[in-house]
């Protein structure tokens, strides 16, 4: 979309979408053709535990603790106490900075199987306490970066909402709601989420108008 339709506003070298193609783009040190697709390498990594999980063999003890070894670990690693090139090398897959959401979803997973136990509740308030410290510390940045002011509430808030949500669906809180065009209305638009931003870009640069329109015309 980014190629074909944007007429110059977002150029794209013939390197970049191949290595776009191949979804390694970002260890590769290739930008991305469109900014969400950051979130492909992260998937990968998570897919990588995940199949290293599976090789092992998936039991409940040994996914509870790859669980907490993985909670640790990104909590070591956010820290800052390693040294840099451990620290680096650890990253690539902990994702220190998105790892509790992984975590979190995988023991709600738990959850939905096997009921509440200790551990699963501990994993999950525990992602939760990392989640939060991420996202206010996200919005600090995001803030000065683009000189607009970020509530660290309104980022608390929204991580605390989006746990009780994911945590009700999980323990069953809205089966009741459950329908079955929901499930094909998700399978439909899902893919988008990989579109809003380039969609969005096209939108307001094509039908964007002075607000002022004499304010541009010589006097």
């Known amino acids: 979309m980014c190629v074909v339709l944007g007429a110059g506003r977002f150029p794209v070298s013939g390197i970049q979408y191949l290595a776009n193609l191949t979804l390694f783009n970002a260890p590769l040190g290739v930008e991305n ?15 990588g535990v995940v199949l290293a999980l599976i090789l092992v063999g998936l039991t409940r003890r040994r996914v509870t603790g790859a669980l907490r070894l993985w909670l640790g670990a990104a909590c070591v690693t956010a820290s800052g106490v390693l040294p840099a090139l451990l620290s680096r090398l650890l990253e690539v897959p902990v994702q220190s900075s998105w790892a509790h959401y992984s975590v979190a979803g995988m023991a709600l997973c738990l ?22 410290h991420h996202a206010t510390g996200f919005a600090a940045t995001v803030a000065d970066r683009y000189d607009e002011p970020l509530s660290p509430v309104v980022a608390t808030l929204a991580i605390t909402l989006i746990f009780l949500v994911m945590t009700g669906i999980a323990t069953g809180w809205t089966r009741r709601l459950g329908r079955g065009r929901f499930v094909h209305a998700g399978a ?10 380039t969609r969005a870009s096209f939108c307001s640069t094509s039908s964007r108008t002075p607000s002022n329109p004499t304010s541009s015309s010589p006097p």
């Open 111 to 132: 959850v939905t199987k096997y009921g509440p136990t200790r551990s699963t509740v501990l994993l999950v308030l525990g992602s939760y306490a990392l989640a939060l």
């Open 33 to 47: 053709v469109d900014v969400v697709y950051w979130t492909l390498w992260a998937e990968l990594r998570f897919y």
């Open 188 to 197: 439909l638009t899902y893919p988008l989420h990989l579109l809003h931003d």
